[in-house]
């Protein structure tokens, strides 16, 4: 029997970058089912829908099954999990995220992380993947989700199949602790593309936030994040390979 993998995302179901990853699985051997948001559910954390009913319906063409669900990535696997699935997948991944997921104050609140964090907590291995894109294409694929440019089409793939493979190679090994294997993807990725294991920049954002010229509200402005850490995450990818970071959320630090 094939491996069964279970694909989630934070950018919706939709995306074009779920869609490659769900590909890449398939040419993997992979039997592959899909729980995603039905919108996109991006710097969510590892938030639950605690206070209202979730909606679910079949999405057609994705997999072998794939459901459309009205909730956060954390819903989608627990909710697959828990009702969706006869028997646990081998495997759970999320991505491939539209943007990278480095930096610790960007891994602590990403729905790409939390939906692989999720299925790590039912004991199952978890992989989370990312793809770095310039300012300007990150806008555009941002704006349009479903469609990936041409260009980046080759470097998509090379993510989607280094990330299937990867997690082909976990199925059947055992899963100790809460693990997240969380791959962040330069933007020129090439199949000869080298991986580096990697550690979570431990930055300082500041704040988010910009008042009003009224001075009683405040919207979104994106902070600055600066590292001289040669292996953290961020410094990876900056010299263009693949950053490979391992959370483990069931250690901690002695006192």
Not at 33 to 55: K, L, M, Q
Not at 187 to 210: C, I, N, Q, W, Y
Request: proline share 6%.
């Amino acid at each position: 029997m094939k491996p069964i993998a279970l694909l989630t995302n934070d950018d919706g179901i939709n995306a074009a970058f779920l869609h490659a990853l769900v590909a890449a699985c398939m040419r993997e051997g992979f039997d592959v089912v899909v729980a995603a948001p039905s919108g996109e559910r991006s710097w969510i954390g590892r938030a639950f829908s605690r206070h209202r009913e979730v909606t679910l319906a079949e999405y057609p063409n994705l997999g072998r099954q794939a459901w459309s669900i009205d909730g956060t990535p954390s819903d989608c696997v627990n909710i697959a999990l828990g009702h969706l699935l006869p028997v646990k997948p081998d495997v759970v991944l999320s991505g491939i995220n539209i943007g990278f997921n480095a930096t610790m104050p960007l891994c602590l609140s990403s729905g790409t992380l939390a939906g692989a964090t999720e299925g790590t907590s039912w004991g199952l291995p978890a992989v989370a993947c990312s793809l770095d894109l310039e300012k300007s294409l990150f806008e555009q694929v941002h704006r349009n989700s479903s469609v990936c440019p041409p260009a980046l089409r080759p470097h998509l793939e090379a993510a989607g199949r280094h990330a299937a493979r990867f997690a082909k190679g976990l199925v059947g090994q055992p899963s100790p602790g809460l693990l997240v294997h969380s791959f962040n993807y330069p933007a020129t990725v090439t199949h000869d593309t080298a991986m580096e294991r990697s550690t979570p920049a431990l930055v300082r954002h500041g704040s988010l936030f910009k008042r009003s010229a009224q001075g009683f509200t405040f919207a979104w402005n994106d902070g600055e994040s600066l590292t001289t850490d040669k292996q953290s995450d961020l410094a990876v990818l900056e010299r263009g390979l693949i950053s490979h970071t391992v959370f483990d959320f069931g250690a901690t630090a002695p006192l």
